[in-house]
């Protein structure tokens, strides 16, 4: 009957409530004990270093061109040998919504999303990072990936010096 | 002259531990209903001010007298600042009837654990709390803004909608009691609390006082999800900290007048009076916390269907049965 169907409904919530009132809470005290983020958790991001020790990052502004918020900034240089990188490098974490479109954006596998979380700071600027502070000394997850050896013509190998890179045609030879 | 004098500092030094023992039982239920209201959603509750956050009354009062207390400008000044006041002060008030333990005897004296013993006060705690509403709805027409006005007239509905079910369902009391003071309900329940005798005009009273008390389910004049505030909308400071708190201690006063009409009052085995009356006020309390975190709030007509449909019928129905059954076991005495 729909009048017992209605005080059913309105007194068995109470024993609900009742049993949740002596159930562990699920909350976890943030500051005494933190949880650890699955390893592709996307918090701040990183610069990596290729298997031969330098920088990645080539400097090509894809990375700020693709974050919605405007928050990376670089200026482009290129050393003696041809290698770009960049002179500095600044990510402003006030900004940055960890999106990861950077990441996802970088050729050169440079940006990488790590996830250290706790970036929270009282002074703003202080949230302003440069190259230095981004930089670390592992290739993230791909470590064996070396963009100059797949591309950046005849910058740290002469042509065709690459292992997945055939030698040079020379286009005489196709003249009839 | 002296033992004027006397019974005149008796009585204040009880209505200062009474207002002491109210107001701290007041701020620790709002930290009560917090810590219960979490557990109950799996949470921990304020639990960083103090062990285990009991600091937590303290720090509010800080941080509610340190506001800014803000008039809007087109409140009515002296109304706008009067209410609140008047929902605090008429909670306190009604405390005065309460008996909280047996008499007392001291240096030879009769000591009444009651602060007032007024021959009608039942009628008196009736009164105060009829009050109490104006101090909802003045300052809520006063505010001059369309929430608290709405949260305003919804009081007003809400009162005209339990008071009458919560007076007849008192009558069935007095007609066994033979009484309207307190007192004297409560030495009349030394064998059996009304609770047993008539359970349905304790259910009856018991919504009735949830509905008073302005708590969910009936917590329609402060409504947070369609009024923003309701009737304290515009308050900031100490000013909202007397609305928050005199309906803490409206909580409490309530729970008292429960125990005293229908638990038994201080009435109990074994332990000392004062425990059973404060175990049984806190019981109360209790459950109106368990109900917050149970219960969905009501729609507007809902309460006054239920009120004028369901409970003032069945309130006059139980009052009719009581007094027969009086008449059928006493006689016409």
């Known amino acids: 009957m729909n009048l017992w169907r209605n005080i059913k409904g309105t007194f068995q919530p109470f024993w609900v409530t009742l049993r949740y009132l002596f159930k562990r809470p699920v909350t976890i005290s943030y500051p005494e004990q933190k949880r650890t983020p699955p390893p592709r958790y996307r918090a701040r991001m990183i610069l990596t270093r290729d298997p031969e020790g330098e920088e990645r990052c080539v400097a090509c502004h894809l990375c700020s061109a693709a974050c919605p918020v405007d928050c990376i900034s670089m200026q482009a240089a290129e050393r003696e040998n041809g290698r770009r990188h960049a002179a500095w490098f600044r990510i402003n974490f006030a900004r940055c919504i960890y999106c990861g479109l950077c990441a996802e954006a970088c050729p050169t596998l440079a940006i990488q999303m790590s996830p250290e979380y706790e970036l929270s700071n009282r002074d703003p600027l202080k949230l302003v990072w440069e190259k230095e502070d981004l930089l670390v000394d592992h290739g993230g997850k791909d470590p064996d990936y070396n963009f100059y050896h797949h591309s950046g013509i ?22 009839p | 002259m002296t033992d004027l004098l006397l019974t005149g500092l008796l009585i204040l030094i009880k209505l200062g531990m009474v207002l002491a023992v109210l107001l701290t039982m007041a701020a620790y239920l709002v930290l009560a209903e917090r810590k219960i209201l979490a557990r109950m ?28 207390d803000f008039l809007p400008a087109q409140a009515d000044k002296w109304l706008f600042l009067l209410a609140p006041g008047l929902a605090a002060v008429t909670a306190l008030l009604a405390f005065a009837v309460v008996p909280f333990g047996p008499p007392l005897e001291l240096f030879g004296r009769q000591i009444p654990m009651v602060v007032c013993d007024l021959n009608v006060g039942i ?34 509905g809400q009162m005209l909608s339990y008071e009458l079910a919560m007076g007849l369902s008192i009558i069935p009391v007095i ?20 609770a047993l005798t008539n359970p349905l005009a304790f259910g009856i009273f018991f919504i009735a006082a949830l509905a008073e008390s302005k708590r969910t389910p009936f917590d329609l004049p402060e409504a947070e999800n369609e009024l923003v505030a309701g009737f304290h909308t515009e308050y900031s400071g100490m000013r909202f900290g007397l609305f928050f708190v005199g309906e803490y201690i409206n909580m409490v006063v309530l729970g008292a007048i429960v125990t005293s009409l229908f ?39 809902q309460l006054m269907a239920f009120g004028w449909k369901a409970l003032v019928p069945l309130a006059l129905v139980n009052l009719l049965a009581t007094g027969g059954i009086l008449l ?5 005495s």
């Open chain 2, 328 to 332: 059928w076991l006493g006689g016409a």
């Open chain 2, 41 to 68: 959603q799996r949470r921990y509750g304020p639990n960083r001010v103090g062990f285990g956050g009991m600091m937590q009354p303290l720090a509010d009062l800080i941080k509610l007298l340190t506001k800014e």
């Open chain 2, 263 to 301: 638990l038994g009052g201080w009435h109990g085995p074994l332990l000392p009076p004062i425990v059973w009356f404060f175990g049984k006020v806190l019981a109360v309390a209790f459950t109106f916390i368990w109900i917050r975190g149970t219960m969905p709030r009501l729609r507007y007509d």
């Open chain 2, 175 to 194: 007609l066994m009691a033979r009484s309207f003071s307190l007192t004297e309900i409560v030495e009349a329940q030394a064998s059996l609390p009304f």
């Open chain 2, 123 to 156: 009628l008196y705690f009736f009164g105060l709390s009829s009050l109490a509403v104006y101090g909802v709805a003045l300052g809520g027409w006063a505010s001059g803004s369309k929430y608290s006005l709405l949260g305003a007239l919804r009081a007003m």
């Open chain 1, 154 to 175: 005849g910058v740290v190998a002469p042509r065709g010096g690459n292992d997945d890179e055939l030698p040079p045609v020379n286009i005489k030879t196709n003249l």
